[in-house]
């Protein structure tokens, strides 16, 4: 009983919010497509149904209000001079602008020379007790696999994966924070993408 | 794919490569189509990480975004800088021709904002089931197709431009199994511009009997220039 509703609900669900999703993918693209041509009142629609989103992203790079705001405007000047670079058989829109705004947010930090000295959480914790299967599972339950895949690694790989993708660190930023050797560094964060990868695909 | 080179895509999708490790493999990228697909790949799977929790901004960003508009509008940046995206829809189409085995177009395509004569323009046409076939037109009205993977079953392929208008209009049909060199007719010439959508369709002997697409839509995918 419990596991048939659970089914129903579920199965409903998904269908109508995949429905969902790819009607507001769809006109998001075609709204990208106005914006190449200039078109004003797009960049505001596309603005109107990403910008909490978007900012979203912003906060979690740069946590002050002030600095993700200003963020959050290059990123739609960014969008107005670049949607004729979207193409949408190729990225889905919001892959396309959440890459943009991350990439603005990161070039930000990096312009600034603002080199995040606070330690990695975690990053001694390399012992990984969940199996993998069950982790996975875990993961597949969401609609983006990528949380539970993260969740699923070792706390000190998730963490070490998140301060890279989060903070623009590269391999040799991390081995300072961290105080690792960048060999040592490098082959464990390689381990853990290549378990990411298992676990997405 | 070999492995290698999935973990390069996602070193450089995430950001850990030093400048210059992440600008080798952008160039890299822009001739190696697989390489290019598991960057895409990356970042498809990575960014929702990046999108937990919306915030709604406050109100006057919009107006800001508004105002550096109006300051943008003299500006001639908005025409070329998409040339320099990254690993923009122009590389990965450049990549997969190169990929596929056509030959690549004279000019680097890294060329930023110094292009003198016109470069041809190219598309990258996907979609079902892997569909691939890539699409290389001149300013003299002459096009050449090459499906990199395509499915006709006992269809044919019939190439497709939809204009603004979203109406499609045929290129007519083109061989499945290798390259093939094509001319369309003056009329058509100013819809082969850079930014048009086109589409392959399959279609009965002797392409569609209506005039519109009326079988299944494989592929699609933008013109862009080199």
Redesign the interface.
């Known amino acids: 009983m419990h596991r048939r509703r659970r089914r129903h609900r579920h199965g409903g669900g998904d269908r109508l919010s995949t429905d969902v999703a790819s009607l507001e993918r769809a006109a998001l693209s075609a709204a990208l497509a106005r914006v190449?041509?200039?078109d004003?009142a797009a960049?505001?629609e596309v603005?109107r149904r990403t910008?909490?989103?978007l900012?979203?992203?912003c906060?979690?790079?740069f946590p002050e209000p002030e600095d993700a705001?200003d963020v959050?405007?290059d990123a739609?000047?960014n969008v107005?001079?670049?949607a004729?670079?979207?193409?949408p058989?190729?990225?889905?829109p919001?892959?396309w602008l959440?890459?943009l705004?991350?990439?603005r947010a990161?070039d930000r930090l990096r312009q600034r020379g603002k080199r995040i000295m606070t330690p990695i959480e975690d990053v001694h914790e390399i012992a990984d007790d969940r199996p993998d299967a069950e982790a996975c599972l875990i993961a597949a339950d969401g609609d983006?696999?990528?949380?539970g895949c993260?969740e699923a690694l070792a706390k000190g790989d998730a963490s070490l994966?998140?301060t890279?993708?989060?903070d623009?660190?590269?391999?040799?930023d991390?081995a300072d924070r961290a105080g690792i050797p960048l060999g040592t560094i490098k082959s464990r964060?390689?381990r853990a993408?290549?378990k990411?990868?298992d676990c997405?695909q | 794919m070999r492995d290698d080179d999935d973990l390069l895509a996602a070193e450089f999708a995430i950001g850990l490569l030093d400048p210059q490790e992440a600008a080798a493999v952008q160039a890299r990228a822009r001739l190696d189509a697989p390489l290019s697909l598991r960057i895409a790949w990356w970042r498809d799977q990575l960014s929702p990480l990046a999108d937990r929790g919306a915030v709604e901004p406050p109100q006057y960003i919009w107006r800001g975004i508004e105002r550096r508009l109006a300051a943008n509008d003299d500006a001639s940046g908005r025409v070329t800088r998409w040339r320099n995206t990254a690993i923009g829809a122009m590389s990965i189409a450049a990549a997969l021709v190169a990929y596929i085995g056509l030959a690549p177009p004279p000019q680097p395509v890294y060329v930023t904002k110094t292009v003198a004569a016109p470069a041809p323009m190219i598309a990258m046409l996907t979609g079902q089931g892997g569909s691939q076939v890539a699409l290389v037109v001149d300013d003299q009205g002459h096009f050449r197709t090459a499906p990199g993977h395509l499915e006709p079953g006992k269809r044919y392929p019939e190439l497709w431009v939809i204009p603004a208008d979203g109406k499609p209009r045929s290129l007519g049909v083109f061989d499945a199994h290798g390259r093939s060199a094509h001319s369309v007719t003056p009329a058509m010439r100013k819809l082969m511009a850079e930014g048009m959508t086109f589409a392959v369709s399959l279609e009965p002997a002797g392409g569609s009997p209506t005039g519109l697409p009326t079988g299944p839509v494989v592929a699609t995918g933008k013109l862009i220039r080199t």
């Open positions: 190449a041509d200039g004003r960049l505001q603005y910008s909490a989103k900012y979203g992203v906060l979690r790079i705001q959050l405007q739609y000047i107005w001079q670049r004729g670079s979207f193409d058989a190729r990225a889905s919001i892959t959440v890459t705004t991350r990439n990161i983006a696999r990528i949380h993260v994966i998140r890279a993708f989060f623009g660190a590269t391999y040799a991390i964060i390689r993408l290549m990411l990868r997405l």
